[in-house]
């Protein structure tokens, strides 16, 4: 977008959803046009592009998403951190590996709803501007939203698929949230002991999480039948991190440790170990179909407790 159209954009976006003290509308130092959430309990950094959050902070205590210090947000390009948003499929598509990985509305930018602004409660929503080019990707007629909602100290973030289109759908999706941690090998996940994940590592095998999860190498799994709250203990910031959710029965958790680092893009070498996903899911097997009118609503909901 061109200098003068952006700022001809900031002043539109302002004038229409700006909330005094609330809600704001700026450039971002990556690139592109954000929005600034505040409450008295925390803020948080809201992409156009890809309706992507890319900060929470509480006030009283550090950020918890993790962005790469190679993220940048380019047209058609995925950000490396924060909450990326993968729709209508989970990684590599199922029939066509030529397809962008995690689905495409990451890479395009969202269209503000509206913003409100209540005592404590401040939210932000988007809707996805389905175009010609994404039809030849994916056949689905749908209404896509992303609700960004700070309560109080507590990030909320729904994806929302409406079928408003004659055709059943299929879709898989997440929630790809990546979480700022000290020190990797210190950290354990805790939730979903005695669940089975699938193992990407050793070709989907199947595999019973026994206890927490702890990290020694690359994790890259997918949790099935699992609801449950996950909690991420992260001592060197003296914190745990609580991804509860609804509308998923599958979380994936991902770590790439060195090689795969060096694989993926704006991944500096040491950065894994700053980083941990925890990803609110319909993955694997938990799979979203939608009749005519029928809709979807996947949520995460973040919140810091110290230790
Ligand atoms: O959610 C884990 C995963 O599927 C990993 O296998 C890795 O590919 C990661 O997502 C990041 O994918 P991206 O396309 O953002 O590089």
New binding site residues.
């Given amino acids: 977008m061109a200098v003068v159209h952006v700022e001809a954009e900031l002043e539109r976006l302002n004038a229409a959803h700006a909330r005094p003290g609330a809600v704001s509308f700026a450039r971002h130092p990556m690139g592109g046009i954000v929005s600034h959430l505040t409450t008295p309990a925390a803020s948080a950094i809201v992409a156009l592009h890809g309706a992507h959050v890319l900060s929470f902070k509480p006030t009283s205590g550090g950020e918890v998403l993790w962005m790469s210090p190679e993220a940048r947000i380019e047209p058609g390009g995925?950000i490396?951190g924060g909450i990326?948003v993968?729709w209508p499929w989970?990684?590599?598509h199922a029939t066509d590996p030529s397809k962008?990985?995690?689905g495409y509305v990451r890479k395009s930018i969202w269209d503000v709803v509206q913003a409100t602004s209540e005592p404590n409660v401040t939210s932000i929503e988007l809707t996805f501007p389905t175009a010609p080019q994404h039809k030849a990707l994916w056949h689905g007629d749908v209404d896509l939203r992303v609700l960004v909602t700070l309560r109080g100290g507590v990030l909320r973030v729904d994806l929302n698929t409406r079928n408003v289109g004659a055709a059943p759908l299929e879709l898989t999706q997440?929630l790809?949230t990546y979480f700022a941690v000290g020190n990797i090998a210190n950290v354990s996940v805790a939730g979903l002991s005695n669940r089975i994940y699938q193992d990407?590592l050793q070709n989907y095998a199947r595999v019973a999480q026994e206890g927490d999860i702890t990290f020694t190498g690359e994790v890259?799994r997918i949790y099935e039948d699992a609801p449950d709250d996950v909690i991420i203990a992260d001592p060197d910031n003296a914190r745990r991190i609580r991804i509860a959710k609804e509308g998923s029965t599958s979380t994936?958790v991902?770590n790439?440790w060195i090689e795969?680092s060096a694989r993926?893009?704006h991944m500096p070498p040491e950065s894994y170990r700053g980083m941990v996903?925890v990803?609110t899911a319909n993955a694997g097997g938990d799979v979203v179909r939608l009749g005519p009118s029928q809709q979807h609503r996947l949520s995460t909901i973040l919140s810091v407790e110290p230790i």
């Fill in positions: 995925g490396r990326p993968c989970f990684a590599t962008p990985d995690h997440a790809h990407k890259d994936v991902w790439p795969k993926i893009s996903c990803e």
